[in-house]
């Protein structure tokens, strides 16, 4: 029997029951403002969960409907898919609207908040107390992770891998990305080698005068020219000039990632590179999933006849055609 909402938010409130107003009052994606990300609606609520489940709440103060800046936050910082699964797996996400009466006014007042205000980001316990400063006037997706791993640090949560290397992408956004050639004699190994460096952002197989080459792009704040010079003398790697007949070894590129089962998942560059040099140290990659990426890969484990690889696949595309086809 199929109940109308408002008949489902009454016996919710009749009995007190903080799962079914977790059901009734969590916000679907209804608002662009709000990305992806599923929001609980209700304060109490929320705090309630973070006690239950010992996790800090997430508060976000935004404009609904919004400003091209609250729009902005939504596509911008709310929608990475390995973002919003951070948000809703490691806090209890919570949204007040600051531009309505009510329930929404209350908590705006209770935390000084401005009405009618671009989006704030408070993290707080399940008192209800601010964790870090107010979040305001930086509307970046890098600052919000590093945010997020600070309260994660403090509280002695441990910070999966997934959500270190989602940082180190977002960082190297907002830098300028550098780019090498190394020769070698075998661009797997080199692949292999290169992309276990901390800073290598991506590693690609390919060929110069029909040598084998790898292509790497990497982050110069982390891992100088030098450096990296020096990590491929130590494997025989020869830095060479970019020449104008470089081209991609297709099948070659992440050769130990084509082999596996990890090609079907929807993988960022990053992850990419990292996975694959993991497979070819015979160790274990898993670490560097997220929660979801790991379901799918143990579903693909027992059922992978009608996957698809999704290597080449641009990572946001990659990850609704998981989701479609699941």
Not at 2 to 21: D, E, T
Not at 30 to 42: D, F, N, P, T
Not at 186 to 215: A, M, P, Q, Y
Not at 280 to 303: F, V
Request: proline content about 5%.
């Amino acid at each position: 029997m199929k109940y109308p909402f408002g008949f489902l938010a009454f016996f919710a409130l009749l009995f007190n029951s903080p799962q079914l107003v977790a059901q009734t009052e969590i916000s679907f994606q209804e608002h662009e403002e709000l990305g992806k990300v599923h929001w609980q609606r209700h304060y109490e609520t929320a705090l309630q969960l973070a006690q239950q489940e010992n996790k800090k709440v997430l508060l976000l103060f935004q404009e609904v409907p919004g400003c091209a800046t609250c729009r902005n936050y939504g596509h911008q910082v709310l929608t990475h898919p390995l973002m919003v699964e951070a948000i809703e797996t490691l806090f209890v996400p919570l949204a007040i609207f600051n531009n309505k009466k009510g329930a929404d006014a209350k908590i705006l007042s209770q935390y000084g908040e401005p009405a009618w205000n671009n989006p704030v980001v408070r993290i707080i316990d399940a008192d209800g107390e601010n964790l870090i400063p107010r979040i305001a006037g930086d509307y970046s997706a890098l600052t919000l992770i590093q945010k997020m791993k600070g309260v994660l640090r403090e509280s002695g949560t441990p910070i999966p891998a997934y959500l270190d290397l989602l940082e180190t992408e977002l960082a190297a956004d907002q830098s300028a990305v550098a780019e090498k050639y190394f020769q070698m004699y075998c661009f797997w190994t080199g692949e292999k080698e290169l992309g276990r460096v901390d800073g290598v952002l991506r590693t690609e197989s390919g060929f110069i005068n029909n040598h084998e080459v790898v292509k790497v792009q990497y982050d110069p704040s982390l891992v100088s020219d030098a450096q990296l010079d020096e990590i491929g003398r130590h494997y025989r790697f020869t830095s060479v000039e970019q020449k104008a007949d470089y081209r991609v070894a297709t099948g070659d590129v992440h050769y130990y990632l084509q082999q596996s089962t990890f090609q079907y998942l929807p993988l960022t560059a990053l992850q990419q590179t990292k996975i694959n040099s993991a497979l070819g140290s015979r160790q274990d990659p898993t670490p560097y999933l997220s929660p979801q990426q790991l379901q799918w890969l143990a579903a693909l484990q027992k059922d992978k006849h009608k996957a698809h690889s999704l290597v080449f696949t641009p990572f946001e595309q990659a990850w609704q055609q998981m989701e479609k086809s699941k």
